[in-house]
């Protein structure tokens, strides 16, 4: 059974740190391990649309939205295969569910965890 499960939020401080993990485990539809697949992560503020954050391919070539780049790193550990997201300087407005994704099919992601939240507070 396939599983991808966030790791690593909570509440924090503006100008805090945070590092968020995704162990994923079980077989892709393809029959290998996820360090065969792209993963991604993205977030959902309240009231708003999930939106991309930041993805990463198997070899570990990494992808950020613009305005991103200078606070969020993302990483990944194939022989474990957990997916990372460091987050530094956070402010009020990354309080969000975090999620994790992997293996593009047809341009969108097939397997989803079921998220980890983040509040940052003033």
């Known amino acids: 059974q396939v599983q991808l499960v966030e790791s690593g939020g909570g509440s924090v401080q503006a100008g805090g740190s945070l590092k968020l993990s995704c162990a994923a485990s079980?077989?892709?539809?393809?029959?290998?391990?996820?360090?065969?697949?792209?993963m991604a992560w993205y977030r959902q503020a309240p009231g708003k649309e999930r939106e991309f954050v930041s993805s990463?391919?198997?070899?570990?070539?990494?992808t950020y939205v613009d305005s991103m780049k200078e606070r969020f790193t993302i990483s990944r550990d194939n022989a474990k295969n957990t997916l990372y997201l460091q987050i530094t300087s956070l402010k009020t407005e990354d309080t969000a569910v975090y999620y994790c994704?992997?293996?593009?099919?047809?341009?969108?992601?097939?397997?989803w965890g079921h998220g980890t939240q983040v509040t940052v507070s003033s």
């Open positions: 994704a992997a293996c593009i099919v047809e341009l969108t992601y097939r397997y």
């Open positions: 079980g077989y892709t539809f393809t029959g290998y391990t996820f360090s065969r697949c792209q």
């Open positions: 990463i391919s198997p070899g570990g070539t990494p």
